[in-house]
């Protein structure tokens, strides 16, 4: 089997072990999250129907999957992982890259520490029905 198929199910195989999110409506200001990548995987991103979320132009948007190992444990059986969702555009899609690139890395990569702290919100839509964007902190060092 060739290296880019190996590569090819080993992402399929990470996406289809699902840890919880960490972060959720109810996190709050100064929540943080520090745990070390054991996956990092693009998904579609869905709204509560399971629908897939479009652009104006049909294609998908798309979020950052980073699941991470972490010393939590809030349940009997609870392995720790945790989940992190990045939307693949914006304030934060430009923070997690200005993060990882800062620590010399070019991607998110299995091994390496992440710390993600929910900082604040950033502006109210003009849609009054959707929520501020949630804005993020993330710090990033390079074990390997």
């Keep these: ?62 979020n950052l999957v980073i699941t991470m190992e972490t010393t939590l444990s809030q349940f009997d059986g609870d392995d720790g992982k945790r989940s992190i969702y990045v939307k693949w555009w914006g304030e934060q899609r430009r923070d997690i890259a200005k993060a990882v690139n800062a620590a010399g890395a070019t991607v998110p990569t299995a091994g390496d520490t992440l710390t993600v702290t929910y900082v604040g919100d950033g502006p109210q839509p003009k849609d009054k029905a959707l929520s501020p964007e949630k804005l993020y902190e993330y710090e990033y060092v390079r074990n390997s």
């Design 1 to 62: 089997m060739a290296e880019s198929d190996i590569n090819n199910m080993a992402q399929r195989f990470a996406e289809a072990v699902s840890a919880p999110g960490y972060f959720t409506k109810e996190s709050e200001v100064g929540d943080s999250i520090t745990g070390t990548i054991v996956a990092a995987n693009f998904r579609d991103r869905r709204d509560a129907k399971g629908k897939v979320q479009r652009w104006d132009d049909d294609t998908p948007q798309e």
